[in-house]
């Protein structure tokens, strides 16, 4: 996949294993991004979020010390808007929902699939597009498509991952009049998509 956007990814994991993979062997580039820091240490981390200031960080939720949910809290005293994206070895469905509840653009479970890790990594990448730019709708306004065809419907197609925090851009750019959900019919895509609509539901009035 070619991404015109290279953004700034940092990897914070307790598991060695992981790391090296991170720092050594992951297709950063192809995926769109840059890696630029991967460390066990959180407190070293937090040095790396001030010099580098990552686009994204990729955490564990499991620490010997404090969970990366603890960890992320901390972060975003500082950096409220910091995009993250949890890993976790916990299948429970309590994870998943404190990922939610963090807002995070998406969760990984481990052991990582590699063809899956790039999937999930692209998605993300296009959830930064929308958050840092809206770039579909902007690109529309750069052209004056809107004020030459003058549309009477724009139906805006938002790549909804397991956990994706970009579907709530064109809300919050006050672009969306009405919100259709797809969703399959398993838990977790379900639970999901109350989590949506409860946000659809914070945002409505933001639609022009």
Not at 36 to 53: C, D, M, Y
Not at 69 to 90: H, I, W
Not at 102 to 111: F, G, N, V
Not at 167 to 193: C, K, Q, W
Request: a negative charge.
């Amino acid at each position: 996949m070619s991404n015109e956007r290279i953004y700034k990814v940092m990897v914070v994991d307790p598991d060695e294993e992981f790391l090296v993979y991170a720092a050594e062997k992951a297709d950063w580039k192809s995926m769109g991004y840059k890696i630029i820091k991967a460390t066990k240490n959180t407190a070293e981390a937090q040095r790396a979020l001030e010099k580098f200031s990552p686009d994204v960080v990729v955490v564990n939720t499991q620490w010997p010390l404090m969970s990366g949910f603890e960890f992320v809290e901390q972060v975003r005293v500082s950096e409220p808007n910091l995009p993250v994206v949890f890993l976790s070895d916990d299948r429970d469905y309590g994870s998943l929902k404190q990922a939610m509840d963090h807002k995070a653009l998406s969760y990984i479970e481990k052991p990582v699939d590699e063809e899956k890790f790039h999937q999930v990594m692209e998605s993300v990448h296009q959830s930064l597009d929308e958050i840092n730019s809206l770039v579909h709708m902007e690109k529309l306004k750069e052209k004056g498509a809107i004020s030459v065809y003058q549309p009477d419907l724009i139906l805006y197609d938002v790549l909804g991952d397991v956990v994706c925090g970009g579907f709530s851009m064109p809300m919050r750019g006050g672009y969306a009049d009405t919100v259709y959900i797809l969703t399959s019919g398993e838990n977790m895509s379900i639970h999901a998509a109350a989590n949506i609509a409860m946000a659809v539901e914070n945002f409505s009035g933001r639609g022009d």
